[in-house]
């Protein structure tokens, strides 16, 4: 079914806040290390401490929305965040230390998880019941599109203007990135504002079974199935810490940078592309067959990156490898929605995104600690092929025990 009309106003106000509240807080801060290193004299693991405090933030803020948020303050909700977010974040500028900035990336945070995963995914959940999957994926996609479209201006602004001008051009992308949502998403749920939600007419049947759904008293939570999503949460998010690593692997087969910079552009095309397939396939044939395949996919791409040391195959499995990014969003997000209905979602989903964002900040240590203590991956690569055996056993298990046969 299209996605046009008032859907597609919503859905444009989603991608708005998934590209500034994780596509400019997170993808972008990169830029920043090199001359925040340059003007205070401090080291890179010392910045990039900034937005590891920012994404652990983030998921608790996610945390925290659901028991605020309601159908009468989404709107002060969007707009409290993009203040903070956006006030913060210019605030970097007065800074003449990272202490301050660091206490600053504390309000990002928070302030960027109220509008982040936990209302879009929420948001969405209500507006669609058909392409649901499809939505949800195109606006996480928006994410890493974001980091691509904004990285080469905010890295010029920095170059011609300095640090500080890069900052308040951030700032200032965070406003106009997140007025599609003020204006064009006045309410939690279509019906409220005359609007139905996309697949459902007066009389179908999805109507009745949406309703029923989000109006039935919440079930008792199935903590088995909640404690395989949190082992998935934890394996496909600590997955998404190995790409940043692909030039070490490239180094280490003694081939060259280009090598290693070619397995990681890849990657993060895979990365928005990923989503979008992943949502498209999730429609049309289900959670558990898209997610299988991705997992296989990702499993190929890790037995290639082990056995085949050549700069063609190399490429093409950091290609493959960059689908696990899907897993990591659409994959918790689709699983959840499925496991437990909408009723739960808005329990349980915040603490699986909080879970995936702390796995990613402690694995991207752990890789380089392993690579460390061993003089190479194999080891790292070994344990990402078990994870992957553990993912595929969890899609099959939390499939088999949805809420509803639970």
């Known amino acids: 079914m299209k996605i046009s009309g008032r859907h597609l106003l919503v859905l ?13 807080v997170t993808n972008v801060s990169g830029l920043f290390f090199t001359p925040l290193m340059e003007e205070f004299g401090v080291l890179r693991g010392q910045v990039s401490l900034m937005p590891t405090i920012c994404n652990i933030c983030l998921a608790i803020g996610g945390i925290v929305l659901p028991r605020i948020l309601s159908e009468k303050n989404l709107r002060a909700v969007i707009i409290g965040g ?8 210019a605030a970097l500028t007065l800074c003449s230390s990272l202490m301050p900035m660091y206490l600053l990336c504390v309000l990002r945070g928070l302030s ?13 959940n209500q507006w669609f019941v058909s392409n649901v999957a499809l939505a949800t ?11 691509a479209a904004f990285s080469p201006v905010v890295n010029g602004i920095i170059g011609s203007s300095g640090w500080r001008a890069g900052f308040l051009t951030v700032a200032a992308l965070t406003l106009v990135l997140n007025l599609p949502a003020i204006v064009f998403t006045p309410s939690l749920d279509p019906r409220v504002k005359g609007y139905l939600p996309l697949g459902v007419d ?12 989000a109006n039935a008293p919440a079930l008792p939570i199935n903590r088995l199935v909640f404690a395989a999503l949190f082992v998935y949460a934890l ?27 070619s397995m990681l552009s890849v990657s993060m095309i895979s990365n928005s592309a990923g989503k ?12 558990k067959r898209s997610l299988l395949l991705y997992t296989a996919l990702c499993a190929v791409s890790v037995v290639i990156m082990l056995l085949l040391r050549v700069p063609g195959p190399l490429i093409v499995a950091g290609g493959l490898f960059g689908l696990c990014y899907a897993m990591g969003t659409v994959g918790i997000s689709m699983q959840t929605r499925d496991a437990f209905g909408l009723a739960n979602y808005g329990k349980t989903y915040p603490t699986l995104s909080l879970v995936g964002n702390i796995s990613n900040a402690v694995f991207a240590t752990v890789v380089g600690f392993m690579y460390d203590f061993t003089g190479g991956y194999a ?28």
Do not use: K
């Open 82 to 89: 993009t203040a903070v977010l956006s006030a913060s974040t």
């Open 137 to 147: 994926s195109i606006a996480m996609s928006c994410s890493g599109l974001a980091g």
């Open 112 to 124: 960027a998880g109220l509008i982040a995963f936990v209302l879009v995914t929420t948001v969405i």
């Open 235 to 261: 394996c496909v998010s600590a997955l998404t810490a190995l790409p940043q690593h692909f030039p070490g692997i490239a180094e280490t087969y003694a081939l060259g940078a280009t090598v290693g910079a």
């Open 202 to 213: 007066e009389d179908s049947a999805a109507q009745d079974t949406q309703v029923a759904e």
């Open 12 to 24: 444009l106000g989603m991608c708005g806040l998934m590209s500034s509240s994780v596509g400019l």
């Open 379 to 406: 080891a790292t690569l070994l344990m990402y092929l078990a994870m992957l055996a553990l993912v595929l056993v969890v899609v099959l298990y939390v499939n088999a025990h949805e809420q509803g046969a639970a």
């Open 276 to 287: 979008i397939v992943l949502g498209a396939l999730i429609d049309r044939w289900g959670t």
